[in-house]
């Protein structure tokens, strides 16, 4: 029962490098989102999806982008990543039956940016 | 600005004693609450939620409080285990929109 699942779980970049962010939910959820965690910043929405095909812009969306091409897959991308880009993302699904909004996570992608 | 605090970032009890975990609000558009709980090198998972309608729901060892007038609610854990420590967020929403999370507070339940 896997749930959500998101690779790498660990990755070190120099300052311009890109790299993209996997993550798989098997929950055939509409909804899947990508956020970090910064120390006393809580959890902060970068992208996220409503559907196959569809993106859109959360809190703090400069820097990634995102895209949703099958249903059950949503990548998070760095062009040129930088050193603020340093923290621990994490990638959520969520069937949205009526306005309650309960996620589901995946275990996390810690991001070092030198 | 931060829409949903935990001026708490941490928090220490003995086993078998009452854990009160406390959360503000500032956006009064704001109708379901949640708390979820972290452990190291886990994803949040979700813990318990209120609607705006209700000032307290109840699961097992789990209650939330929610008062509309102070904007502000609660999580007791009754009694505390050692394996209720975690970093526990709050989170709300207001219709149509995306959740808030706050930052989170850590408790630590010593045996």
């Known amino acids: 029962n896997a749930g959500v699942t998101q690779t790498p779980k660990f990755r070190v970049l120099k300052t311009g490098q890109s790299m993209t962010l996997l993550c798989a939910q098997d929950?055939?959820?509409?909804?899947m989102y990508w956020y970090r965690q910064d120390p006393g910043m809580g959890l902060r929405l970068i992208h996220y999806?409503?559907?196959?095909?569809?993106?859109a812009k959360g809190e703090v969306p400069d820097g990634y982008n995102v895209s949703r091409l099958k249903k059950q897959n949503f990548l998070l991308g760095l062009e040129s990543a930088a050193p603020s880009q340093t923290s621990v993302y994490f990638c959520?699904?969520?069937?949205?039956?009526?306005?309650?909004?309960?996620?589901?996570f995946g275990s996390g992608t810690q991001l070092s940016v030198l | 600005d931060q829409q949903v605090k935990q001026n708490s970032p941490s928090l220490s009890v003995q086993e078998g004693r009452i854990s009160i975990l406390n959360c503000d609000y500032t956006?009064?558009?704001?109708?379901?609450f949640l708390w979820y709980k972290k452990y190291p090198a886990e994803g949040p998972t979700f813990l318990i939620s209120?609607?705006?309608?209700?000032d307290k729901n109840e699961d097992g060892r789990f209650t939330v409080f929610l008062n509309k007038s102070a904007k502000h609610l609660s999580l007791h854990i009754v009694p505390s285990q050692p394996g209720d420590s975690a970093v526990y967020f709050c989170?709300?929403?207001?219709?149509?929109?995306?959740?808030?999370f706050g930052a989170g507070t850590i408790l630590r339940v010593k045996s």
């Open positions: 959520a699904s969520s069937d949205r039956t009526g306005d309650n909004e309960k996620l589901f």
């Open positions: 989170a709300a929403s207001a219709p149509g929109n995306k959740l808030v």
């Open positions: 956006n009064s558009m704001f109708d379901y």
């Open positions: 209120i609607s705006s309608i209700k």
């Open positions: 999806s409503v559907g196959e095909g569809t993106t």
């Open positions: 929950m055939n959820h509409e909804y």
